[in-house]
């Protein structure tokens, strides 16, 4: 393994995120809540440019996979048959003095390290968020938020294949809520009570699922540095035996080298027949596939690329952070911060920038972003930014990662012509204003 190096601190990009809207801590002005954060008008866009290209790239790349969207709340049955409500712990450890709490598996010393005390033996700690429904507040009405997306998918399995008529191999992908009730949070958004995974399960033939393993983990790898992630900081982790879930047969982590160390962005599972042949068994419902060519029932093996938005939301932002020395245009050494993150993910597509709230210029910049917002190409948003000078205002667009700034100054009056300024290179080059929505589809789409 090699030791984290070139990676933003974490301090430095928790202030940036805050600063310019991208995450908040929850319920701030009530002291907060603790790990738990909220996605602030930059935060959104990019969590959901997040999550629409990891779709396009699974659901609507491939001619093997389709969507679903399941609830959280699920019956409670579907979390005893899974064996999420008797197996789905954690080992805990309390210190004697001042009662912290631990992992047990996440410890480096035996003793506390909050006050050094003594530690309890591990007991084992059900993750499971659990919740009522109804008025009456007892067992029978007792339920669970769920703690991964995946069995909404199992439970389907059914209902998908008789509306789609698939046949193996094909996949199911969800990307919704989880809830965890972890023992030990914190590392900003990397572990928290509630998060959000992109996950799928690929039904496979029994005998094709090592090889189908093995696909996804390469494919997976490939999503993210497609998108232009920094192949250096990410590795593979292959589980232990010992430490595989309960349903796994094998598992590969990707781990991104976080400002902290590497951390698990993505597990991909291979999680047998179990899912499928225990809600079968407690459902009394066949979860089988009839193979035409064979006349027999199958009960298919599942690949399971299970990718927590949240952690890769956090890595493209400290993947994409970067700070370069430059000359400002006063001739001033500076230090420039870019976020050198890929177009498709960039919550500001593009920024016009008048020189100057001069009255002859507002009209015209303000009819050029109008004219590039309403043309629909962009693929996200169009923000028009008049504030202070012109250099701030490329500095503010780099922070954010803004692609593509145009501005509008006093020529463009008379040729009717502005310029396009590249974030990474800073390049600038003058383009008709009749081309210019042209001209930045373009450059966006690479
Ligand atoms: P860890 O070992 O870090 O607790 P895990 O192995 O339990 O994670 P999985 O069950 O494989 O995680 O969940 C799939 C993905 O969901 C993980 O790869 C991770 O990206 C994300 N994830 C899991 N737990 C959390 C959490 N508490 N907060 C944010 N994301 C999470």
């Not at 028009?384 to 990662?401: M, N, S, W």
């Not at 803004?402 to 300024?421: E, G, H």
Request: proline share 4%; charged share 30%; with cysteine.
């Amino acid at each position: 393994m090699t030791e984290p190096s070139t990676t933003v601190d974490l301090g430095t990009l928790v202030s940036l995120c805050k600063r310019r809207g991208f995450i908040f801590q929850s319920s701030e002005i009530y002291g907060g809540l603790a790990s738990t954060w909220d996605y602030g008008p930059l935060g959104v866009e990019l969590k959901n440019n997040i999550k629409n290209a990891w779709w396009k790239a699974m659901v609507w790349g491939r001619a093997d996979m389709v969507g679903l969207d399941a609830a959280i709340l699920m019956h409670t049955d579907v979390w005893k048959a899974s064996g999420h409500a008797e197996r789905f712990n954690d080992p805990l450890v309390e210190c004697k003095e001042c009662n912290s709490r631990f992992r047990a598996d996440e410890l480096d010393e035996q003793i506390c390290s909050n006050c050094g005390g003594e530690l309890s033996e591990p007991r084992e700690f059900n993750q499971m968020l659990q919740t009522h429904l109804g008025p009456v507040q007892d067992d029978t009405s007792l339920t669970y938020l769920r703690p991964e997306t995946a069995q909404g998918i199992f439970v389907n399995f059914g209902n998908v294949l008789t509306a789609t008529r698939r046949k193996l191999p094909f996949g199911i992908a969800q990307i919704g809520k989880s809830f965890r009730n972890e023992i030990t949070t914190g590392s900003f958004t990397f572990r928290t009570r509630e998060f959000e995974i992109m996950e799928l399960e690929f039904f496979v033939r029994p005998g094709e699922d090592d090889e189908w393993h093995e696909r996804w983990v390469t494919d997976c790898m490939a999503w993210y540095t497609g998108l232009g992630m920094n192949a250096e900081r990410l590795q593979l982790r292959v589980h232990d035996p010992k430490e595989l879930a309960h349903y796994a047969k094998a598992t590969t982590d990707i781990e991104y080298q976080y400002p902290w160390g590497w951390g698990e962005m993505q597990g991909i599972a291979n999680r047998t027949d179990y899912d499928l042949k225990a809600h079968s068994e407690a459902s009394g419902e066949s979860l089988t596939f009839f193979d035409d060519d064979t006349k027999e029932h199958i009960t298919p093996y599942v690949i399971e690329p299970s990718a927590g938005v949240d952690r890769t939301v956090l890595a493209f932002l400290a993947d994409a952070y970067t700070e370069e020395e430059t000359i400002s245009a006063k001739g001033k050494a500076e230090t420039r911060v870019v976020l050198k993150i890929h177009p498709d993910l960039a919550p500001i597509k593009v920024a016009i920038l008048p020189l100057s709230r001069n009255e002859k210029l507002v009209p015209l910049a303000r009819k050029v972003h109008q004219s590039v917002q309403s043309s629909g190409v962009m693929g996200g948003l169009v923000q028009y930014d008049d504030a202070q000078g012109i250099g701030r205002r490329y500095r503010r667009q780099d922070e954010v990662g803004t692609p593509l700034c145009v501005t509008v100054d006093f020529d463009s009056l008379d040729d009717d012509a502005v310029t396009i300024r590249e974030r990474d290179t800073m390049a600038q080059e003058r383009v008709k204003i009749d081309d210019l929505v042209d001209e930045l589809k373009k450059r966006l789409n690479g």
